[in-house]
């Protein structure tokens, strides 16, 4: 089991930064390819953000290249996702998810249970 926590939503201005952190305990965090998704009022949840176990690989939803950017710390068991150039389109309730890399893509079988970003124009 991994349990992970999200932390770092809140309320900020169109054009504006946050940071989301995404703790994880339980097993090796290190072992898992992470990713943001996120789910906006009357949608259904989409990926935005991945990155793999070692931290060199990054892949995001288009919307977002260039204005989020995803890291980890395994030395703190730690996920972030810098948001920045805020947009009303973003506001959403982010989660972050733990997963492994199969020849079909990435399966994530763990998730938090989501922090809310809302950006105000």
Known sequence: QVQLVESGGGLVQAGGSLRLSCAASGRTFSNYA???????PGKEREFVARINWRGDSTYYKDSVKGRFTISRDNAK???YLQ????KPEDTAVYYCAAGLQTTAGYRYTYWGQGTQVTVSS
Do not use: I, P
């Not at 992470?34 to 906006?40: E, I, P, S, T, Y």
């Not at 948001?83 to 805020?86: T, Y």
């Open 77 to 79: 068991n730690t996920l």
């Open 34 to 40: 992470m990713g943001w998704f996120r789910q906006a």
């Open 83 to 86: 948001l920045n150039s805020l």
